[in-house]
């Protein structure tokens, strides 16, 4: 957990508390870019005369939105999860913290197996933080530990987008997209053409 994201759950802990709002809602009705999803998977329907058909979304552990300039926090967790035929995981965790000038997001996943169109990925631990703060704009970063695709081990260089062609499609680690208004930070986001579209560990932070 980064220093940042430390300080800020200390600091807005103790403000629940002076509050007397420990018992927090699971979601939040106002919707705003401050959120944290262990895992978002969109699968392709079937193909129908050529057209292929809507397909299916899937989240595990997500903390839902976080209301803009709140001090408030949401959690969600889960021993183990998985999407059919696609991925499991386990110690799925997803936090996001709220102050009126600053929030922050963390989400991640454990002993990650994911399987598409022949592709096999697998990963010890993922995470993903966000930072937005008021003035300063967006920052993030994320960790992924013992990663292999295809049963090869694959060096995580820790660089924002860092990019790894697949089968059918390709592997982009730390994906970032910062600016003044935030950051969003997914740790590992595979994408097979026409098939699949899997985000693990995903943080978003934006500005109060």
Known sequence: MSHGFRMLRGRVTLGLMAAGLLGLPSTV???????????????????????????TTTV?????????????????SSVAAS????????SLHATVIGLPDEAASEASLGSL???VAGNSISAGFIMARALAVTGAGGSGD????????????????GA??????LAGGVVILNEQRTDAGGA???ALHVIVNGIADVVVASASAATP
């Not at 959120?35 to 292929?52: M, R, Y």
């Not at 595990?60 to 709140?70: E, H, I, K």
């Not at 999407?83 to 386990?90: E, N, R």
């Open 29 to 55: 009705a106002a919707q705003s870019a401050t959120q944290a999803k262990a895992v978002q998977a969109t699968v392709a329907g079937p193909t129908v005369l050529g057209i292929t058909l809507p397909g």
């Open 113 to 115: 197996d994911l399987a």
């Open 142 to 157: 994320s960790e992924i530990d013992g990663l292999s695709i295809n049963g090869v081990s694959v060096p995580v260089t």
């Open 160 to 165: 924002p987008n860092q990019t790894i062609p």
């Open 83 to 90: 999407v059919p035929s696609l991925l499991s995981g386990d």
């Open 60 to 76: 595990l552990a997500d903390t839902g939105p976080l209301s803009r300039g709140a001090t408030d926090a949401l959690e969600a």
């Open 184 to 186: 969003l930070v997914n």
